[in-house]
């Protein structure tokens, strides 16, 4: 079973927005920290942002600022990704992860979940 199932994927047009969801685990939640890591094909995965379970610090890569935002619902035990003005380099699949560490380095992060794809098309 899963501990963490993303969701909300798809193909969009340069400009557009998705809004991405990660149902976690009560064990993959507890963890302080959760976050968003991308690969895009043929490339190395990447830290995208992390949200912090205590206080709700975020950071995120210089890449997606004012771009991407990241969110949690407690109460739910989901964090989200809304992606707005997207562009094709952002074309990838999509992780969710959870760790102890606030850290962009992905061997930091414990729980994995399996990925959703997002294409931004020219």
């Known amino acids: 079973q899963g501990q963490l199932v993303e969701s909300g994927g798809g193909l969009v047009q340069a400009g557009g927005s998705l809004r991405l969801s990660c149902a976690a685990s009560?064990?993959?939640?507890?963890?302080?920290?959760m976050a968003w890591f991308r690969q895009a094909q043929g490339k190395e995965r990447e830290f995208v942002t992390y949200i912090t379970k205590n206080n709700g610090r975020t950071y995120y890569a210089d890449f997606v600022k004012g771009r991407f935002t990241i969110s949690r619902d407690n109460t739910l035990n989901t964090v989200y990704l809304q992606m707005n003005f997207l562009k094709p380099e952002d074309t990838a699949v999509y992780f969710c992860?959870?760790?102890?560490?606030?850290?962009?380095?992905?061997?930091?992060?414990?729980?994995w979940g399996q990925g959703t794809q997002v294409t931004v098309s020219s």
């Open positions: 992860a959870a760790s102890n560490l606030a850290t962009i380095r992905s061997q930091s992060y414990t729980y």
């Open positions: 009560e064990r993959a939640f507890s963890r302080p920290v």
